[in-house]
T-cell receptor, first 114, second 113 residues
C-alpha cells in the first residue's frame, strides 16, 4: 500500500511569487490535512480537507489556501511568498478525517523562499 | 501559542537503557493523543496513540501513559536502540474530531553507544 506522496520534494521560489504543492493520500483515505514545520514555530496546522470540503483552518493568513479533488488528492497554494514562508510543508491523510485510525504523514515539501 | 509542550529539548541515553520522553498539554478537552518520531529528512512517523478514556497503552517496546489529572503524557521506549535516534513529538487533537493536531516542540533523543 503506497504511503502519502508529496510533490515536489524541494522547491526554491522568489519572494512575491506563488507556489502550489501537491499531496496524494493513501488510497481510500478521504481526509488530507496540511502542516507547516519551521525550527522556530514547530509543526503548525494549516487546514484540513474532507470529501473536497475544507473542514477546519488554522491560524494562517489568507495567502495560504488549498483544495481537494474528487480523488482525494489535495493541493495547497501560497501566494505572494514571503521569506518567512520558508518551511517544510507536510500533509497527512486519514481514513475518516476524525483521526480515528491515525494520521499518516508524507515526507514533505521543502520550500525555500529567496 | 502552543498548547502542547515538551519538558526537554534534548534527551541523551545509553544504548540499551530505557528512555522516557515527557509532554504537557493544556487543553483538557483533547480526546486523542499521538506520539510521532521524525528522522532527518522525513515526515513524522506514527509511533503510538492513546484516547482520553485510557491511561496506558503498550506497543512494541513503547508505552504511552496519560495522566489527565495533571495533563501529562509520556512515551517510554524500552531497550533504546541506535535506530531510535530522532526527534519525538507529542500531538493532541482537540475534541470534536475535525480540528487539526496541535504538536509540541519536540524532544531530540540521542543514543549514546
Amino acid at each position: 500500500k503506497a504511503g502519502v506522496t508529496q510533490t515536489p520534494r524541494y522547491l526554491i521560489k522568489t519572494r512575491g511569487q506563488q507556489v502550489t504543492l501537491s499531496c496524494s493520500p493513501i488510497s481510500g483515505h478521504r481526509s488530507v490535512s496540511w502542516y507547516q514545520q519551521t525550527p522556530g514555530q514547530g509543526l503548525q496546522f494549516l487546514f484540513e480537507y474532507f470529501s473536497e470540503t475544507q473542514r477546519n483552518k488554522g491560524n494562517f493568513p489568507g495567502r495560504f489556501s488549498g483544495r481537494q479533488f474528487s480523488n482525494s488528492r489535495s493541493e495547497m497554494n501560497v501566494s505572494t511568498l514571503e521569506l518567512g514562508d520558508s518551511a517544510l510543508y507536510l500533509c497527512a491523510s486519514s481514513e475518516s478525517g476524525t483521526g480515528v485510525f491515525g494520521y499518516t504523514f508524507g515526507s514533505g515539501t521543502r520550500l525555500t523562499v529567496v | 501559542g502552543e498548547s502542547v509542550g515538551l519538558h526537554l529539548p534534548t534527551l541523551s541515553v545509553q544504548e540499551g537503557d530505557n528512555s522516557i520522553i515527557n509532554c504537557a498539554y493544556s487543553n483538557s478537552a483533547s480526546d486523542y493523543f499521538i506520539w510521532y518520531k521524525q528522522e532527518s529528512g522525513k515526515g513524522p512517523q506514527f509511533i503510538i496513540d492513546i484516547r482520553s478514556n485510557m491511561d496506558k497503552r503498550q506497543g512494541q517496546r513503547v508505552t504511552v501513559l496519560l495522566n489527565k489529572t495533571v495533563k501529562h503524557l509520556s512515551l517510554q521506549i524500552a531497550a533504546t536502540q541506535p535506530g531510535d535516534s530522532a526527534v519525538y513529538f507529542c500531538a493532541e487533537r482537540p475534541g470534536g474530531g475535525a480540528d487539526g493536531l496541535t504538536f509540541g516542540k519536540g524532544t531530540h533523543l540521542i543514543i549514546q553507544p
